[in-house]
């Protein structure tokens, strides 16, 4: 919602809903795929976890435990959000992987554990 805000502040002034510019649109979703995509990159990076994973107790590592870095990060989020587009083509990839990991994880050779109590 702040990155919205900021996008119509910044260059909607005239903006008119039932008439949305092609450059505004395209700018705004930009923009929020930019900060979707560090979110969850920096999210990663620092801890290893989103809000969500804290909550159903996951973290995101390297296949040798390690904690996973920036490119990586960056990796994987691009990775998934073209899963996604592709009709969640990676993501159903888990459910016949013998390890249950999605294509985004094989790829950049990361896990998702479960944490303990």
Do not use: N
Not at 16 to 39: K, N
Not at 43 to 53: A, P
Not at 87 to 116: E, N, P, Y
């Amino acid at each position: 919602m702040v990155t919205a805000f900021v996008c119509l502040f910044a260059f909607g002034r005239h903006y008119d809903p039932a008439h949305p510019e092609w450059g505004f649109r395209l700018g705004l979703q930009l923009a929020l795929l930019a900060v979707t995509i560090a979110y969850f990159t920096i999210s990663w990076v620092r801890i290893g976890q989103t809000i969500g994973m804290r909550a159903w107790r996951l973290k995101l590592l390297r296949e040798d435990g390690g904690r996973i870095g920036v490119l990586r990060a960056l990796a994987r989020s691009f990775l998934a959000m073209l899963s996604l587009g592709l009709a969640g083509i990676g993501f159903w990839w888990a459910l016949f992987d013998a390890q249950h990991r999605t294509l985004h994880d094989r790829i950049c050779k990361t896990v998702m554990v479960r944490l303990s109590k």
